[in-house]
């Protein structure tokens, strides 16, 4: 595929407020499979290009439950795709990270989270997998999943904040938009 067809290629990410980043995510089925495994690549390649380091369906218009996580994309690729993912498990522990989201562009805030999460999650081939993660895999599979009930993670913001940081971004895309 050429660079430009690549170009046309690439999936845009909704920016808030996008009802749709607002809805839940439904579980992927057997009929999903091909949907999400042309999917899934394209999704990546979008977080690639934004840069981010996580993506999830409904922020890219698809109420799908699926995740796209790569946290090595500087050094060597490691993408993780991951159909229908579950927290099974939360430490009482919590740990403060500054988050951002390929959805609200430019906006940072210090988010606090369980410090370690075990997630479970169906592979593209189906086979089952699980993960016992702390430091930003941790966060990032929060967030990401946090995404696919419809949570953003401005909702773990006071309402002060919160409606400080979205009149910024409100207030950026105008000018942007204006050019």
């Not at 690549?41 to 690639?48: G, K, N, V």
């Not at 490691?78 to 390929?102: K, Q």
Request: charged residues 25%; hydrophobic residues 45%.
């Amino acid at each position: 595929m050429s660079d430009a067809a690549a170009a046309t290629n690439t999936i845009p990410i909704l920016l808030v407020p996008d009802p749709r980043l607002r809805a839940k995510a439904r579980a992927v089925g057997a009929g999903d499979a091909d949907q999400v495994r042309l999917l899934a690549p394209r999704m990546l390649d979008a977080m690639y290009k934004a840069p981010g380091i996580g993506l999830a369906a409904p922020q890219v218009g698809v109420g799908l439950r699926l995740v796209v996580i790569d946290l090595q994309k500087e050094e060597k690729p490691a993408p993780l795709v991951l159909v229908n993912p579950e927290i099974v498990a939360a430490s009482e522990e919590l740990a403060t990270r500054e988050e951002g989201c390929l959805s609200l562009p430019g906006q940072y805030a210090e988010v606090t989270r369980p410090a370690r999460v075990k997630v479970r999650w169906q592979e593209l081939d189906g086979s089952k997998r699980e993960v016992e993660a702390e430091g930003l895999l941790a966060t990032c599979l929060q967030h990401e999943i946090d995404h696919l009930n419809g949570m953003l993670f401005v909702d773990h913001l006071s309402p002060l904040k919160r409606n400080m940081l979205l009149r910024k971004l409100a207030k950026e895309l105008k000018a942007k938009a204006r050019g």
